[in-house]
Each structure stands twice: as C-alpha cells, then as structure tokens.
C-alpha cells in the first residue's frame, strides 16, 4: 500500500532564516506531487505541483521554492522566511491515469516568529 | 473558471442530528467530486468521490450525490456523531496531466454530545 511522510512534524523558525520541508511518499512510481498550504482557519491553497522528476510548476508567486530531485521526493524550501510564511503545509500525491483524487500527507505546522 | 462553494461554518449539531452541508461547483464538462475531511491538527482524508453524474459516493454512513442538473454535491448523514467534529472540504477535479484539485473553503463542525 502507499504511504506519505512529511517531516518534520512541527516547526518554530525566525523570521530570515531559510526553510526545507520533505515529503517522500512509498508504494507507487511515477506519482504526481503537490504542496499546499493552510493559513489558521482558511482554505488550502496550491503552491507548486510535479509531474516529474525535476519538473515544478508554480501556482503563487513568492518566496517559496519547490524542487523534485527524486521520483518519490518533493522538498519546499526558502532562503529568507517571512512572518506571512506561517501556517500547516501539506504534501500530496496523486497516481497519473486514475481517477483524480489526492492523498494527503500528515502536514508540517510551520510558525515563523 | 473552476470554483466549488460550500456552505458557511461553523456548524454545530447535536449528537444522532441530521446533517447536511451543502456544496455546488462551476466547471465545464464532467469534472470529478470529492469530499475530503480534516481532523483536528491533521491532513486531509479523502472521505467519498464520485465521478459522474448521478453517482452516489458513500463512506462511514457519510452519501453525497453527484448532481449534474444542479451543480451540487450535497454531503450528508443521517446521525452523527462526536467523532465526526471536523472540517469537511468539497472538492472537484478535471482531467488533466496535473489533475489539480480545487477545494471550498471548508465547514467546521462540531459535535455536542
């Protein structure tokens, strides 16, 4: 069966300071890849997805960047965090040719301070 | 565009209550539907799907229906209980290599015992 993991778990960082998240998900080949992102009480909101190893498309301009070095790997990461980058981050993947739902990962809870 | 509305939150029932909370879309063509669920501090479960018209996705005595003549995808459940308290977030797909998903904005509900 497939599983996804994100790590960390919980995350308290200052302001400036750079950011790498990881999700690696096991038990199929190939998957798409997604990150979201969840402010405190809203929505989810799509930052970067992959089709492939190497292949990121961005949804929202911002200090955040994403990268796929591996087929089951997807990392987000930024240089300098700003306080706005708070909030619970969420990993997805999805298998290409089913049918279209996502599974999601556990979630970082990341506070900026 | 794509875009899903779901009733405003909270919502607070009490236990063995009726529930509904409501869902409509805008898309082209056939899009797939989902409901995801999200407890407290965690990812979100996908919960049902349904992938064309007239179909009834159920899971955990949850039933929503795909209504293609109203745009709708009404979730539903005929008692609920404590152990349902949480954010309940409609969704649909379209097809495409990437397959995004894209979410409403979420129902909290609580549950009194």
């Known amino acids: 069966s497939q599983t996804i993991h994100q790590w960390p778990a919980t995350l308290v960082q200052p302001v400036g300071s750079p950011l790498s998240l990881e999700c690696t998900v096991e038990g199929t080949s190939n998957p798409n890849l997604y990150w979201y992102r969840q402010a405190a009480g809203r929505g989810l909101q799509l930052l970067f997805y992959s089709v492939g190893i190497g292949q990121i498309s961005s949804e929202v301009p911002q200090n955040l960047s994403a990268s796929r070095p591996q087929d089951r790997q997807f990392i987000l990461s930024s240089k300098k965090l700003l306080l706005s980058d708070s909030g619970f981050y969420l990993c997805?993947?999805?298998?290409?040719?089913?049918?279209?739902?996502?599974?999601f990962g556990p979630g970082t809870r990341l506070t900026v301070t | 565009g794509n875009s899903v509305t779901q009733m405003e939150g909270p919502v607070t029932l009490s236990e063995e209550a009726f529930l509904t909370i409501n869902c409509t879309y805008t898309a082209t063509g056939y899009p797939s539907l989902f409901w995801y669920v999200q407890y407290p501090g965690e990812g979100l479960q996908l919960l049902l799907k349904?992938?064309?018209?007239?179909d009834k996705g159920s899971n955990k005595g949850f039933e929503a229906t795909y209504r293609k003549e109203t745009t709708s995808f009404h979730l539903e459940k005929g008692s609920v209980q404590v152990s349902d308290s949480a954010v309940y977030f409609c969704a649909l797909s379209r097809d495409s290599s990437a397959s995004k998903i894209i979410f409403g904005s979420g129902t909290r509900l609580s549950i009194r015992p």
């Open positions: 997805a993947w999805r298998t290409p040719g089913t049918a279209y739902e996502q599974y």
């Open positions: 349904a992938t064309k018209a007239d």
